[in-house]
């Protein structure tokens, strides 16, 4: 009987932290999974800007807790750092300057954003609004 409730115990001690981790590890390749995803479409929607596919564009998207986008010159770069996962950037240079007029606001949680792109004398202009939910 002393045998089973050590071996009992030590499958809680052990497994516990063991399965945690392992949540966890699930829940940041979630995370990055849909920010890739919201990555690709703001990438996608500016390129069709930029190539003059259309003069603007709107497009929705769920942004993650972490995400940040800047641009500098003609390069616009995204980049997600959240709680203890190792920060990852997604840049894409394009043909003309970028400005971000509105920026994405600092959340705590995954919210739906519109994204405006605008081509206005030779510069694309990206605004971030937050959806209401």
Known sequence: MMLIAIG??????VGVPVLMYAMD???????LQEVHLAVE???NATRDVDNGVSNTTTITVWVNPGVTVTAVGNT?????SNDGTVPRSWAATYNHDISIDHPI?????KEPYTVEIV?????????FLAVPI
């Open 41 to 43: 479409q703001i990438h």
């Open 119 to 127: 081509l206005v004398d030779g510069i694309i202009h990206i605004s």
């Open 76 to 80: 616009l770069t995204v980049l997600f």
């Open 25 to 31: 590890t699930i829940n940041t390749t979630s995370q």
């Open 8 to 13: 009992l115990s030590t499958a809680v001690i």
């Open 105 to 109: 606001l600092t959340t705590r949680i």
